[in-house]
């Protein structure tokens, strides 16, 4: 009797939650194929996002004080239009840093959008973002610098 009464009460606890679930959200379409990814204004590809985002990022006072270094990579949506979509951290520094990096996307001018079987098409970015500290001991290179 115990066991029945438990394998009951196994089976109404499965049914239950198994009805709380909530059905998976509609996925966005992945593409394989992209004619052409956003570009900036001027162009200049992937190279030109980061310069773009790096401009734009503003270093945490407390990451300076501390002489924090290093990378983070942020995931954003170009959408049809060129504006920007959504923002995620993918790699995390700190989360002062990654706040920057979000900032600094969310600054970017309106994108040439990407083009997919010929129409405009909202497309993802991963771009890796480095914060390093400049040093007054750095060399400068130029003329008669031997660099």
């Known amino acids: 009797m115990r066991g029945l009464l438990l394998l009951i009460g196994t089976i109404l606890s499965c049914c239950s939650i198994a009805s709380a679930q909530q059905a998976p959200a509609k996925a966005e379409p992945q593409y394989v194929y992209v004619e052409k990814l956003p570009e900036l204004p001027g162009g200049g590809g992937k190279l030109a996002v980061v310069a773009a985002i790096q401009q734009r990022v503003v270093y945490p006072p407390t990451a300076i004080q501390e002489r924090l270094e290093g990378h983070t990579k942020v995931w954003f949506v170009v959408q049809a239009d060129g504006s920007i979509g959504k923002v995620r951290?993918?790699?995390s520094l700190r989360a002062d840093c990654d706040s920057a990096v979000v900032m600094a996307v969310r600054q970017l001018p309106r994108f040439e959008p990407g083009i997919v079987a010929g129409r405009p098409t909202?497309?993802?970015y991963t771009v890796p973002i480095?914060?390093?500290?400049?040093s007054a001991r750095r060399p400068r290179l130029g003329i008669g610098s031997g660099n």
């Open 130 to 134: 480095t914060f390093q500290l400049q």
């Open 122 to 124: 909202a497309i993802g």
């Open 89 to 91: 951290i993918i790699e």
